[in-house]
């Protein structure tokens, strides 16, 4: 059994038979300090950083509590502090404790070298109680600024010191716009530890530039895997960071693998090749494409060969509806291997006329690089311009040529015998112009054929006669070409040979969550005739998505408004005055937010993860959480307010299966690892912001389990029984994907822990549903509970059947929930305790639970317990007798029955003491002036907590149930002088304590203001003054005058 002995309770969790040894024992003891909830971890600092040493001191009665450090001799150490007083010459070292509380802290500021080692912190008992601190000081050796030529890799520069390699990644973070304050994450040891920084929560949006920098270009997947890490930290390891959205799942932790993902990154730098440089593609015939790059690791780290690969595309562009059927149905993907000593390169024997996607990478032995970003090129004849400049810039005159073929109107003249009006051409102009089309079509092609061009721009096939300008009849089918007229339009001005190539090398230099910033070469031919650039954009994958422009533009371009978390198509087109030119290759970019979600597979079943909370009725409000993709701002939002309904959504999320498995894989830590299979423990809730860090890994575990792992079986129940065997049987569980059934039993245990690792199992086919059990033991207490396997993992049990062979009368037993566990007293007093406890291991998850709480005095005979019904996992027992022991336990109620017994708790009431009250406190005290306010405390004691009353010259002012009471009294009065206390707990005599207060006012005078005499006679004037303090009192005989009046004279 385990005991908490303190001067007003005792804590025991314990079974029925020990309890007499217990409290006997306990009756014999006396409250001893306890450090058991000192901070022991080893605390590990750089130097320069404040070190805490924690020591948690309860019950520490008169005792002095010491802080030690082990010096050089274990048995001689070094005095650092004795109780409040340091005794240390240590300038740096100080001591923090508050007085009437538990903790000592032991502070050492800018630690050095030297503190490294062992602290104690000693309890002077008869026999010393010590606990154990241990602090490691890591020191800090000078980095040196980076340099462009490291025998590692570009990027990176190894330090060595004393814990390992420190890699300082600061000249690429500098390059990648990361911020002056967050450029400390770019120093990172070899065993993941960070340089030391400022807090980390502003650099979150410099994260992906400093994951990218980490990688420099190289593929560590295949390190990352082999050393275990999960599926969704692994976009890490290729250099790549999503920032979180408001998704739970998005909210995925990797900070238990980083140490290995930093190894993998820092050991793969001299080893695996990084991503080529300046890679590019343009066409140089129908079939061919021209390939040229350079290698960044030059001499650094060998290179095999270059890996290029290519998909031929299904059409231009997605969103065009052609007549012509494509050469192949779906995209073709090839990859071509090229020597190590080439940078450029030709690739033959292409679809002429095809669009086609390429990357590149560079491998050797040890791996290879991150892929290039995507190119899309289209193959076709490049323009060809004439040798003399002078003749290339004269146009055609085609207007005149289509008034001499005897066009007169002068709209068609204007829209299409003019190239460079041509694009303005509406249906009305095709329609009225229709009868000269042969004429215009053939004068503005001026004996050239401009069909490859079209092609290349993606003209539909019914179009590709304008650009040959053999056009006979223009009829309806052309009314789908204007679209394309400024397409054709720019393919005419080509073939004059009068506007630019291609610009050449476009990229991206930086891409953020809204905008990028594009970048790109001047064309090869007319580049010096350029007057600007057009953009054309548009997210890529998406069908009947048209191009958004932008124009007149000019490298390098920032490109804005763009949506996070999507992937972008983008080229650009030159102009000069007498057109649009040939647009560039289109490369394709992600804007940094989370990548799609990856589709699971669905086996035939649906679980529904907000109906079966609808059905154990968690709260309405609630609901929005029961969803796997609920959302950050609805979690932030709703948690404080659902947490009564927390293990409901938890069992509902788990749905019965087991998914610890993929957990560990996700990287969850142990002490979280329960909530993965529905159990809430100590370890859970102890530190809760621990767990939070994990809940993007267990939702996604959640959401992939429902489609692949069996859910529980139903219904299981008992018949058939006798004195040596019982025949189980259940029913199929709602997602039927089970392989097989494993049936675990073993002697009834009294802890619900050990149930989960049975003795003996029976593995039964997944089409049978029963299963008769022999050979048992009649005088034994058995436990079953049945389990569903497939090859993707099992279900968990979610009912438990406890069997005695001998007592057993029934027909048919039902398997019930199993009992509450980890009973705990959260609060007492003299008249009340307050339980809690943590909901059963296991349960269906749409179980409706209740509780309850059976409790009476430990010298109690009777049979009948008191018992408190419930349906949360927290109760306040009231009216209990003080100063009493009293024995608790739980038990669940679910609609199949009443669980077995949970653990006993034996505890005390605390002892009545009669309330106790201090004369009050006023404020001010030494000046009270009527019509002021003034401010009283009273402080009272006792248990239970008194009623404490505050009487000012016998009348109520206020009424409170506390200890400390404050009141403030406005509009002071003369006869307000008597303040008391009062204070009542219904145990003894009630306690008043009064004082009286002067109360200053100004003076009061009453006097009659005539008084009649005969002459000769004595007159005796009268005077009533009131006032405090005391006044002066003068006589006037002349008001005017104010002669004064001696007395007696």
Known sequence: ATIRINSECLLIQMTMKEVFSIVLLASLSHALPDLRDSIQIPIAKFEGEDALLTCVVRNQGNYSVIWKKQGQSKDIPDFLTVGHLKVTNNPRMDIIHDDGGDVWVLVIKSVIKEDSGTYLCVVNTEREMRSFHQLRVIPLTPLPPPVADSSIGINALSVLSEDGDWYNFSSCCHDHGVSPECDWMCILNSNGTIHPGMGRDICQKDYPSVISCMSDGRNHVPCCMEQGVPDSCLELCRGAYTQPQDNIQSHFSCLQVFPSIVQCS????????????????????????????????????????????????????????????????????????????????????????????????????????????????????????????????????????????????????????????????????????????????????NNIDHTDCCVSRGLPPICLNLCSGNVTKLDYHYFRCIPYISSYQSCVLTGYGVVPTRPLALNTLHV???????????????????????????????????????????????????????????????????????????????????????????????????????????????????????????????????????????????????????CQQRGVTKECLSLCVGVVTKESTHNPETCVEYMGNIAQCFQEGTGLIPSPVEHLRASNITKDSVTLTWDEPAQGNVSFYEIHYQEAQNLVERMMTMNHKITVNSDVFIETISNLDSKV????????????????????????????DEDLLHGVTTPPHSLTVAHQSVSFITVSWYPPELSHPTDRLKYRLYYQLFDDEAEQWNSVDTDVTVVRLEGLKPNSLYVLYATTLSEKGESQPSESLVVWTDPAYPAFVEPPTIHPINLVLEGSTITVLCIAM???????????????????????????????????GEVSCYADNGYGTPAQSSITIDISHRPHIEASELTLVTPGETAELLCQVEAWPEPNLVWWRDPNGRIPIIHGG
């Not at 009487?951 to 006869?975: C, F, P, W």
């Open 781 to 808: 207490l058995y436990e079953f509970f049945v389990v569903a396997y497939n090859e993707f993992g099992s279900s968990l049990p979610t009912t438990l059947l406890t069997i005695n062979l001998t007592n057993f």
């Open 266 to 445: 820092i050991s793969g730098i001299g080893y695996i090749p990084s991503t080529p440089d300046s890679f590019a593609v343009r066409p140089v015939s129908k079939t061919t494409l021209k390939l040229t790059w350079t290698s960044t690791a030059e001499g650094s780290v060998p290179i095999d060969h270059f890996l290029v690969n290519l998909t031929r595309l299904q059409t231009f562009d997605d969103f065009y509806d052609y007549d012509q059927e494509p050469e192949t149905s779906v995209p073709k993907a090839m990859q071509v291997t090229i020597p190590a000593d080439l940078n450029m390169t030709e690739i033959e024997n292409l679809s002429a006329n095809t669009m086609y996607e390429i990357s590149m990478s560079a491998v050797n032995k040890r791996g290879s690089s991150v892929p290039t970003k995507r190119i899309r090129v289209i193959t076709k004849e490049p323009p060809q311009f004439p040798v003399d400049q002078d003749h290339m810039l004269e146009v055609p005159d085609t207007r005149s040529c289509c008034f001499m073929k005897g066009i007169k109107e002068e709209r068609c003249l204007q829209r299409f015998c003019d190239p460079y009006t041509s694009d303005v051409t509406t249906l009305p102009d095709m329609m009225i112009c229709a009868p000269w089309a042969n004429e215009f079509f053939s004068c503005v092609a």
């Open 512 to 662: 953020d969550n809204n905008y990028v910033i594009l970048t790109w070469n001047t064309p090869s031919k007319l580049g010096e005739t350029v007057t600007g650039y057009n953009v054309h954009y548009r997210p890529f994958g998406r069908r009947n998505e048209e191009y958004m422009h932008i124009g007149k533009v000019h490298p390098p371009y920032i490109l804005e408004k763009l949506s996070p978390g999507m992937e972008y198509e983008v080229f650009v087109e030159p102009a000069n005055t007498y057109g649009i030119g040939e647009p560039s290759s289109r490369i394709i970019f992600s804007t940094k937010t989370p990548v799609e979600k990856e589709n699971l597979e669905n086996i035939g079943f649906q679980y529904n993860y907000t109906e079966c909370c609808l059905r154990v009725n968690v709260t309405p409000k609630c609901i929005p959480l029961c969803d796997y993709e609920a959302k950050m701002t609805d979690m932030r939002q709703l948690g404080p307010q659902c947490g009564e309904d927390f293990y409901k959504m938890l069992k509902c999320g788990v749905g019965g299966r087991n998914h610890k498995q993929c």
């Open 942 to 976: 006792g248990a239970p907590m008194p009623l404490v009353s505050l009487y000012i010259s016998g009348n109520l002012v206020k009424q409170e149930v506390t200890r400390h009471m404050v009141a403030v009294v406005k509009d002071i009065t003369r006869d307000m």
